[in-house]
Each structure stands twice: as C-alpha cells, then as structure tokens.
C-alpha cells in the first residue's frame, strides 16, 4: 500500500481525488487548509468503506511549519503520491489589484506546492519511484480577465513539473498538471453565467470532480510510468 497526500482535499475535485486513490488500494492523507471538518469527512467516509485515509490540517503559506510536520509524517513512511489540488483565487482586475492579493494567490497555489513537496522529494527519490501531479485550471492556458494572479499561479505549475521531471525522471518519478476547466461544484453553479459557460463548451455541458480524479488516478498508476513533464486538459474540449 503506497502513501498518498491530497492537498485541498477538502474541496469537491481534493474528495474525488481522494476517493480515486482509496480505490487504488492506497492509503490517503486529505489536507485541509481551513475547512479540516470537511477534510476529516472524506477521511472519514473511505475508511468507512474499507478503504485507509486519514486527514491532516495545515497552512501551506507557512513553509516551515509544512515542512516540519510533513517531514515527521513521511519519517513514518515515505509518500510516494503528491497532488497539489489546494488552491485559492481573488478576482479583480489586475489595475485594482492589491499587493496581498497577488501575494495570496500565489502563496497557496504556487509556493503551497513547494512547501508540501520539498519535504517528500528526497523519501520518494530513495524508494526510486513516485507520482507527482499538479492540478492546474483552463484559465492557466487560455488566461481569463480578473484573474492575472491566479493564472500566474497555476501557469507556474507546468514548468515547474518539467523541470521535476528532468531532475528526478531517472529515479522513477513523474511529475504532470491536469487543467480543469468548467467543473460543477457548488461554487461554479453559483456562478450567475453557470448555463453561459456550458454554452461555450463543444461537449455542452460542466465537467465532473470525478472525470478530473479519474485522469489524476490514471498519472497516479503503474501504468503511467511513462508519461512526465505534461499538462492534460480536462475541458470538454475548450481548449
């Protein structure tokens, strides 16, 4: 049974990831950054259905305090699955823009990255195989008005896992970013242009968490062992 972490697992796509890999057979460590009830649910509801999870509550902008407690889970035993689903964003455009809300942005979504993995790469390294994947968005590929700083965040991820790639490829790594676009969640069915942004999807309708777990499941596997350094739309074909 390999080790696998879930940053934002809280979130709709975090459970869905999670559950994804309880599937595997792995066992899951869902991240909270603020909503740890949540985080503890979905926990909570896989080891109710046979599978192993546990929930760990952290600030990812703190990179000491991450790197400390990760480094104590992985002397445990080693991660050998990192995905990065923790994100934020704060919409405005970028004129109006203040410093913390760029600084926030890319805090959690960029710098969250690093704090979380730099404390597993060297374990993972050791055990000569690990999958790394970074979960991205639409909006880092096409960018998207008001969001400068979150498309900064999630754009720096895929040079970030080539580069990953090229250091750690040898040692049975991979490193990839998925990008979901429209995904029905209760926040983006909130959105009052929800039925205008289906709309503008050739598949004409939102994705789901599920088909993002899927794809992230998939670049988790054996069977991707050779697939690294790549980003994967999971758009309905928007991109």
């Given at each position: 049974m390999k080790r696998a972490l879930v940053t934002g697992g809280s979130s709709p796509i975090g459970s869905a990831i999670a559950w994804e890999l309880?599937?595997?057979?792995?066992?899951?460590?869902?991240?909270?950054?603020?909503?740890?009830?949540?985080?503890?649910?979905?926990?909570?509801?896989?080891q109710r259905a046979g599978g192993s999870a546990e929930a760990i509550a952290l600030d990812l902008t703190r990179i000491e305090e991450?790197?400390?407690?990760?480094?104590k889970v992985v002397d445990t035993a080693p991660i050998q699955i990192f995905v990065h689903n923790a994100?934020?964003?704060?919409?405005?455009?970028?004129?109006?823009?203040?410093?913390?809300?760029?600084?926030?942005?890319?805090d959690v979504?960029?710098?969250g990255?690093?704090?979380?993995?730099?404390?597993?790469i060297l374990p993972m390294m050791r055990m000569r195989w690990g999958r790394i994947v970074a979960i991205s968005s639409l909006t880092a590929i096409t960018g998207n008005r008001g969001q400068t700083n979150y498309a900064a965040a999630?754009?720096?991820?895929?040079?970030?896992?080539?580069?990953?790639?090229?250091?750690?490829?040898s040692r049975g790594i991979t490193a990839n970013v998925v990008a979901p676009g429209?995904?029905?969640?209760?926040?983006?069915?909130?959105?009052?242009?929800?039925?205008?942004?289906?709309?503008?999807?050739?598949?004409?309708?939102?994705?789901?968490?599920?088909?993002?777990?899927?794809?992230?499941?998939?670049?988790?596997?054996?069977?991707?062992?050779?697939?690294?350094?790549?980003l994967i739309a999971v758009d309905g074909g928007t991109s």
């Open positions: 309880s599937r595997q057979g792995h066992h899951v460590i869902v991240h909270a950054g603020r909503n740890e009830a949540a985080a503890r649910m979905t926990a909570e509801a896989i991450t790197q400390e407690r990760l480094g994100g934020m964003h704060r919409d405005m455009p970028f004129a109006a823009m203040e410093p913390d809300d760029w600084r926030a942005v890319i979504n960029l710098n990255f690093y704090a979380a993995l730099k404390p597993l999630k754009g720096g991820l895929l040079p970030l896992a080539k580069s990953l790639t090229r250091e750690c490829g429209l995904i029905a969640t209760p926040e983006t069915e909130r959105l009052a242009n929800f039925d205008q942004l289906k709309g503008l999807c050739p598949a004409g309708r939102a994705g789901r968490p599920e088909e993002v777990a899927a794809i992230v499941g998939f670049l988790a596997s054996e069977a991707s062992g050779y697939i690294s350094g790549q």
